[in-house]
């Protein structure tokens, strides 16, 4: 992205109506995520075209723009054009119930939440790969104490995932954050676990005569998140029915009384089984198609990237990694996926003569390999020149195969790279190793290969397009809305 942050940012503001057309804005790992009042006013080829925007994506409640590893700049130089207003997301609106928008907003929930909590799902991950490492060199001797708070700082964000997904979700459905946590937590409290082990052991639970499901929450999504979108309509309710008076008080404890049971007794257990379904079916397919499921994932993976749905896989394979202790299907397919598309992104900075796209298709070749972030290589070189896509679409179901083949499967959930590659080996298997270095090499080789073979139309210096000159008049010369920004990492 242009070293210019502010200009920059000023210049996708005004392309999307300025600040008075802006609602909400948040970010993920590379995109701004802006909710706009009127889609009309958004000039998308304006958008696109100016200097260090790699892409826009545009869904029902959205306009994302892809910016790439340097969003948090970006995102803060967005919130320094206007005052910043509640956290969270915009009110929402009614619309017209469809099967459409139904599934548009579940995704829209799923990904809201759980994009904002990845970094620290990340670096607890590769805590706890350090861990193992130690470990399995002999660092330090087995059941070390040291060894144990490291795997325990890991787990910081596996074991109160719920808890951590009510407070993203609060913002979300803009409802009251401390309740949410307050509800989340009594999913993970000792006490609560120790109850549900006995009810596990067959031991009868009850809450006022009501049979209470054993199950266990550390380490789910769905539940906490099931529950804090009930609570935003719950805690409406009682606010129109407790007096002015007694709103200090009987509020929040009404709020806790009618919210808590219904997690426990209801929605709890209906989450979980919800989760448990939704793992069983993509992992009864892999069951079935084996090695070609990892690779038919790999070759479609960029194309999630790009609708975003990518992210629909995250409950999944934390959920798995918990119950199992690795993940043999989605984290696999983007070893190959990740680094074809780096590969396909040297092949275009070897072959352009355009001075401009061979550097950025070696910053977003180096993003790809190195870090495993792919959208610069993916916004920044493949779907621009679409030869190289279809390159890495091919590389990536070739080396997904290979990788099925080999049985690799994940410890963690770091986006797959030559940093994170650790989080493939296996203790037990030590030809893991071979077989993780050996598709990273050929992943990166084959899409090379495949790009130069296939080419591609260079673009010529002298007819490029030129990049919107981020160079408006300060958007905040007239009176505006404030900006809402939903703070996330």
Not at 234 to 239: F, N, W
Not at 276 to 298: E, F, K, N, P
Request: charged letters at 10%.
């Amino acid at each position: 992205m242009s070293k210019n942050y502010a200009l920059t940012s000023r210049a996708i503001v005004d392309a999307l109506g300025g600040l008075n057309n802006i609602d909400a804005v948040t970010h993920c790992m590379t995109r701004l995520r802006f909710v706009v009042k009127d889609k009309s006013q958004v000039d998308n080829a304006t958008l696109k075209a100016i200097e260090g925007v790699m892409g826009v994506v545009n869904t029902e409640s959205q306009c994302q723009v892809i910016i790439g590893n340097n969003v948090a700049k970006a995102y803060q130089e967005v919130l320094k054009l206007g005052p910043a207003g509640a956290l969270g997301e915009a009110p929402t609106t009614t619309r017209k119930i469809t099967l459409k928008s139904i599934g548009a907003g579940i995704l829209d929930a799923l990904i809201g939440t759980m994009s904002p909590l990845i970094p620290a799902i990340i670096g607890g991950s590769m805590v706890k790969l350090l861990a193992m490492i130690l470990d399995m060199a002999g660092v330090f001797t087995k059941g070390s104490s040291t060894l144990v708070i490291l795997n325990v700082i890991g787990d910081g964000a596996f074991f109160f995932l719920p808890i951590m997904v009510a407070a993203s979700a609060a913002l979300k459905f803009k409802t009251n954050m401390s309740l949410a946590i307050a509800i989340a937590g009594v999913l993970v409290h000792p006490s609560f676990i120790d109850l549900m082990a006995k009810a596990a052991a067959g031991q009868p639970v009850q809450l006022a005569f009501i049979p209470v499901t054993a199950v266990k929450y550390t380490y789910t999504v769905i539940p906490a998140l099931c529950m804090t979108w009930i609570l935003s309509y719950i805690e409406k309710g009682i606010d129109r029915i407790t007096p002015a008076v007694t709103k200090n008080f009987l509020k929040p404890m009404l709020i806790v009384l009618v919210s808590a049971p219904i997690a426990i007794v209801l929605i709890g257990p209906l989450g979980i089984w919800i989760g448990s379904g939704i793992s069983a079916i993509v992992y009864t397919i892999h069951g079935y198609l084996g090695w070609l499921s990892v690779a038919i994932m790999g070759a479609l993976w960029p194309l999630l990237v790009m609708t975003g749905m990518h992210r629909v896989f995250t409950p999944t394979i934390i959920q798995t990694i918990a119950e199992a202790g690795k993940e043999g299907m989605v984290m696999p397919s983007e070893i190959g996926a990740n680094l074809s598309l780096g590969g396909s992104s040297l092949a275009v900075a070897f072959r352009t003569k355009n001075r401009e796209l061979r550097q950025t298709a070696l910053a977003a070749a180096a993003s790809a390999i190195i870090a495993g972030i792919s959208e610069p290589a993916l916004y920044g070189v493949a779907v621009r020149l679409k030869r190289p896509l279809i390159a890495s679409l091919i590389s990536g179901f070739i080396c997904g195969a290979v990788a099925g083949i080999g049985g690799l499967a994940s410890h963690s959930m770091a986006a797959p790279g030559l940093f994170t590659s650790v989080q493939f080996f296996d203790p037990a298997n030590p030809m893991s190793i071979v077989w993780v270095i050996g598709v990273m090499m050929l992943a990166v080789v084959l899409s090379f290969i495949i790009t130069l073979i296939m080419g591609f139309e260079d673009i010529p210096e002298t007819d490029e397009a030129p990049k919107a000159q981020a160079t408006a008049a300060p958007v905040a010369a007239q009176p505006v809305e404030p900006v809402k920004a939903a703070s996330v990492s």
